[in-house]
């Protein structure tokens, strides 16, 4: 029995059958496409807990905001969660172009534009992060060119970088229990 | 051992790698290829390093540094007992995480791309650190010859990690014992082989006084941990000198630098020598070799109360910058160090090595190569006036 190739952890065959079936099995695209849940449950002060299939993240606030820092607070975690899907969309490109990957990191970055406006100090303006940078190094075995590319790739794929860069339409509902 | 023309030329210790061999080194790394094959490799490029240095008229040559991964990871592969370990993979051991997020964004460096050999189990010597090194550089020129290594408070305190290092050695200061074994043993037979300069590498003395009061940071070095200055400049000399005491025979040097990893000056440590001196001068060695060639050094007037106490492996280049010196403006700087030097005190090197990480080498061959031939010119027209 042949050797299953594998690149960067993941078995090649497999991820491009993976691939192809998203193309090709309309449920299989279906199954992935969503809906994504998650719920966030309260956990006192401003920590919450988001619940994601079987898994659970908890999230907390700085001590400056008087809360117990406990965990990573809300806006970061989105930083994370950009800088993540980046490096799944990497890895992913990389391997369907035979690039083995020997590091890869990426910093995340974000200032409020103002903050002003979550303190209920400010009627208008934005409280979010007008612009998240987002930079890449990594260490692998293929010219800067293809690395480049790569790196675009991975940005122009990336569900959740894509959420954050285009307008998104949060639809919002309320419920007094 | 002292050298017979005034003002010889040296380097600091390393050079810019080939893509050829690094290329290998992953390879080495990644275990496809074994150490004897790589050497083979790194072979081809130490003679060449060598041949660059002499063509250049170095008078005291140096092997590139070209079998290490950086001036002070390597040991991992010579001693027993040390784990080689990214910042990526110390990340979870760190106390101030959000502190050193900040000094990696500060350095625009990835965490990766920084290694650090950790002591996770008591540190045995087998067979030497640079012996190897040595001995090849020293088939392969008639011209004297240094030898870098790292020197024993830059290992102590790169290798001892809470939380990793502590089962081995419950307290930085017991692995120092076992460092200063290692290191004496070392240096002993570095002498016995005849290299003429052994060089320890020193350049987190630097953070001690001019970085960052994290416990934890980087200064060229994955740093695990130190206390407050005056006791880490104490420990530093006293590990200096329990690793060179009684050995005579050898020129020993020690380097301090404000950082090589960057082109990007500001990212780099500043200040003049002033706040390290009464340590350095307190070290039992011949030399103390030191960047001078930016402003980033501050002024040379520092050593008026130190005159003649020491030799000075005088920084006259910029190893991260693209532009050759002026062999009359390095001769200018020398004449000012002269008020401070008697000319038989004063050796002419770059600030730091041209590849002090292997994969981000500060300059290329050509330019590196080129820098040194303009410290040999200037020593050449010094020699004119001097000898």
Redesign the interface.
């Known amino acids: 029995m042949a050797e299953e190739k594998t690149l960067n952890g993941l078995r090649v065959d497999k991820i491009n059958s993976i691939l192809n079936s998203m193309r090709d099995d309309k449920e299989f695209l279906k199954a992935v496409t969503g809906p994504w849940k998650s719920r966030v449950v309260w956990q006192g002060g401003f920590k919450a807990k988001a619940y994601m299939r079987k898994h659970a993240v908890e999230m907390d606030e700085p001590e400056g905001l008087d809360a117990s820092d406990s965990a990573a607070s809300a806006h970061e975690q989105l930083l994370s969660a950009v800088g993540s899907c980046l490096t799944v969309g990497y890895v992913l490109n990389a391997t369907r172009r035979g690039v083995k990957i ?4 990426i ?1 995340m ?1 974000g200032n409020f534009d103002n903050i002003l406006k979550w303190a209920g100090h400010a009627p208008g303006g934005n409280p979010g992060y007008p612009t998240v940078k987002a930079k890449c ?1 990594v ?1 692998a075995d293929a010219d800067e060119k293809v690395l480049r590319e790569i790196w675009q790739a991975a940005i122009d794929g990336s569900p959740v970088t894509q959420t954050v860069a285009r307008p998104t339409k949060i639809e919002t509902e309320f419920e007094k229990v | 051992m002292a050298h017979t023309k005034l003002f010889p030329v040296t380097v600091v210790g390393s050079w810019t790698r080939p893509d050829w061999l690094i290329h290998a080194l992953r390879r080495r790394q990644a275990g496809e290829i074994s150490a004897g094959e790589f050497d083979h490799v790194a072979d081809e490029a130490v003679l060449a390093a060598i041949k660059y240095q002499e063509d250049a008229g170095v008078d005291i040559v140096s092997d590139g540094e070209m079998r290490r991964d950086n001036f002070y990871s390597f040991v991992v592969e010579k001693l027993g007992g040390m784990r080689l370990m990214k910042l990526s993979q110390l990340l979870d051991y760190m106390k101030d995480r959000a502190g050193f997020e900040e000094i990696l964004r500060a350095l625009d460096v990835p965490a990766f791309a920084i290694k650090s050999p950790i002591a996770v189990e008591k540190v045995v010597e087998r067979d030497g650190i640079a012996l190897d090194e040595a001995r090849f550089l020293k088939e392969h020129t008639t011209r004297q010859t240094k030898v870098p290594i790292p020197g024993p408070y830059l290992l102590t305190r790169s290798s001892w990690f809470e939380g990793l290092s502590d089962k081995a050695y419950p307290t930085r200061e017991d692995l120092a014992k076992d460092v200063v074994k290692i290191l004496r043993r070392e240096v002993t037979r570095l002498k016995d082989m005849g290299v003429d300069f052994i060089q320890l590498d020193e350049p987190s003395i630097s953070q001690v006084v001019y970085g960052d009061e994290a416990e934890q940071t980087f200064m060229c070095a994955a740093l695990g941990s130190r206390t407050d200055p005056t006791h880490e400049l104490e420990f530093a000399v006293r590990l200096v000198n329990e690793t060179v005491d009684g050995i005579d025979g050898v020129k020993f040097g020690v380097h301090v630098c404000r950082g090589n990893w960057s082109r990007k000056e500001n990212v780099l440590l500043s200040g003049n020598y002033g706040p390290l001196l009464p340590w350095l001068m307190r070290m039992d060695v011949d030399q103390l070799v030191l960047e001078m060639a930016t402003p980033r050094a501050g002024e040379i007037e520092v050593f008026e109360e130190y005159r003649n106490e020491k030799e000075i492996g005088l920084g006259v280049s910029n190893p991260r910058s693209d532009d050759i010196e002026n062999p009359r403006q390095i001769v200018a700087r020398v004449k000012e160090v002269m008020k401070y030097f008697d000319p038989d005190k004063i050796y002419l090197n770059p600030d730091c090595g041209f590849g002090t990480f292997a994969e981000r080498c500060v300059n290329t061959a050509d330019v590196a190569y080129r820098k040194l031939k303009v410290i040999h010119e200037a020593a050449e027209m010094l020699r004119k006036e001097y000898e």
Do not use: V, Y
């Open positions: 020997h590091d890869l990191e910093a970055e190094f260490r």
